[in-house]
Structure formats: structure tokens, C-alpha cells
């Protein structure tokens, strides 16, 4: 059973950074594309940055110059960098892995920004 754990978030100071990890296990499948999604109270769910296995990236326009997402195919981990943190950013942040045979979500993790 594909599974997702996500690990990094926390409070931070405007200004200030995170780094969120994604590590998928449970297939022996190769993941495709892999990203990063957000939500906040009383929003939808939202994209933040996508990287496909190829490492062909894109972005919000909220996070272009602040956010990078990595991945690491050895590991089947994907990366979220994230600088100049501000209060409209904190939302829960959630990472899906797209494999051939069904997209698959991490169980969120709160990134909350506030001074």
C-alpha cells in the first residue's frame, strides 16, 4: 500500500524559512510527477509547485521566487524549500505522488506563519 510522510512543518516568524520533506514508500512503480498543495481555512486546496521525474517544475505565482521543490527519484522523496515565509502563506500542506495506476496523498502538515 502506497503511503506518504511528510515532515518539516512548523511556526515561523515572517521572513522566516521551512524546509518540508515527502518520502513514498509501498510500490515498486516509478512515481511520475510529484507536488506540493495547500489549504487554508475556509479555502480550497491549492497548488503550490509541481515537479515531474524529469525534474520540469512549476509554480504558483504566490511562491515564484520564495519556493523550490526538489526531488530526489533514488528516494522517492520530494522537497519543498521555502523563504520569505509570510502570514499568507500558513495552510496545511499536503504532498501527492502520481503514479501510473492512481495519484496518492501525504496526510498534511501545518505550516503556520505568524510573528
Known amino acids: 500500500q ?6 518539516g512543518g512548523g511556526l515561523v516568524q515572517p521572513g522566516g524559512c ?3 520533506s515527502c518520502a513514498a514508500s509501498g510500490s515498486f512503480f516509478s512515481i511520475n510527477g510529484m507536488g ?15 515537479i515531474s521525474r524529469g525534474g520540469i517544475t512549476n509554480y504558483a505565482d504566490s511562491v515564484k521566487g ?14 519543498l524549500q521555502m523563504n520569505s515565509l509570510k502570514p499568507e502563506d500558513t495552510a496545511v500542506y499536503y504532498c501527492r505522488a502520481d503514479y501510473e495506476f492512481g ?12 510573528s
Open 2 to 7: 502506497v503511503q506518504l510522510v511528510e515532515s
Open 36 to 50: 506540493w498543495y495547500r489549504q487554508a481555512p475556509g479555502k480550497e486546496r491549492e497548488l503550490v509547485a509541481r
Open 103 to 114: 495519484d496518492y496523498w501525504g496526510q498534511g502538515t501545518q505550516v503556520s506563519v505568524s
Open 66 to 79: 520564495r519556493f523550490a521543490i526538489s526531488r530526489d527519484n533514488a528516494k522517492n522523496t520530494v522537497y
Open 18 to 20: 521551512l524546509r518540508l
